[in-house]
């Protein structure tokens, strides 16, 4: 038992000690930060380089279209999930075998990423928010996750609400869903990850700058600095660093906690549901 908790805390140290690690060159004065030698703790504590990050527009753009993609996208995927998952969950479904394959198919074939962004022109989301929200709402590994919990499901819950008079929807949005919640809280989850970690499709879909993502002008500002092209708002974020106190090294670890606290803040508040969430509905057969 010892060697398992010894070997849990070197995983988490491992895991753990890299993030800590860019939180204190962050908090660092970039004039210290050059000598280097920063592991636990500033050796110089400055928010210099947060003020400079919070006061760039483009970062601010990048947060709001960041947030609002998570906030409508994750919920509305979870809703398309459940909906197709409660429908595949039916063995009685004309077709169900034939249905599940073809969407297992789309796991192992696709055509590309020419004739999907063909496919996004066609029905007009190049360039535009739905770009963010549309293409996002199937997940087939989710599907077959929920699909296989509401299979699950004891028959007797779904027959006494029929013998009740409900109907397919009152059944999904009374009785499933309420015993779902641990799953569905879970993809949720995964989805709002997915969505706020999100880069490559704000950079290859959209043009227009109040579209772009925080974690497409993130990778923006790290490949200028890196680069030393100082061609746009973050160009001149990073011009006006050389004059501040503050430098690329700590522009970037700034720019890098604000791009990933937030998701990471929001898992306390959901882990009790992946407690709790398993005794919710519980019947005895």
């Not at 199937?138 to 029929?162: D, T």
């Not at 989850?189 to 700058?209: E, G, H, P, R």
């Not at 503050?246 to 882990?271: D, G, H, K, N, W």
Request: proline share 4%; net charge positive; charged share 15%.
């Amino acid at each position: 038992m010892a060697f398992v908790y010894a070997f849990l805390i070197l995983v988490f140290l491992v895991t753990f000690y890299p993030f800590w690690n860019i939180l204190v060159l962050s908090l660092n004065s970039a004039d210290d930060a050059v000598r280097g030698g920063l592991y636990l703790w500033p050796r110089s504590f400055s928010l210099q380089s947060y003020q400079e990050i919070l006061k760039d527009q483009e970062i601010l753009g990048g947060i709001k279209v960041t947030l609002m993609r998570t906030v409508i996208g994750a919920p509305l995927t979870v809703l398309v999930i459940s909906l197709l998952a409660y429908a595949l969950s039916k063995k009685d479904l004309v077709g169900n075998k034939l249905i599940s394959l073809f969407f297992i198919f789309t796991m192992y074939f696709g055509g590309g990423l020419i004739p999907y962004y063909m496919i996004l022109k066609s029905v007009h989301l190049i360039d535009t928010f739905a770009v963010y929200i549309f293409p996002n709402l199937m997940n087939v590994f989710f599907v077959i996750i929920v699909r296989s919990f509401m299979q699950e499901l004891p028959a007797e819950v779904e027959e006494s609400a029929r013998i009740d008079g409900a109907n397919d929807f009152q059944i999904y949005a009374r009785v499933v869903l309420p015993i779902c919640v641990p799953v569905l809280v879970t993809i949720g989850l995964f989805s709002a990850i997915n969505q706020w970690n999100a880069w490559f499709d704000s950079y290859v879909f959209t043009y227009k700058s109040d579209l772009k993502t925080l974690q497409a002008v993130l990778v923006k500002i790290l490949n200028q600095y890196q680069t030393q092209e100082f061609t746009s708002s973050s160009g001149q974020l990073a011009d006006s660093a050389k004059r501040m106190a503050v430098s690329s090294e700590t522009i970037r670890m700034a720019a890098t906690m604000v791009a990933t606290l937030p998701i990471v803040l929001v898992y306390p508040f959901l882990q009790r549901y992946f407690v709790k969430g398993m005794t919710l509905g519980a019947v005895k057969s």
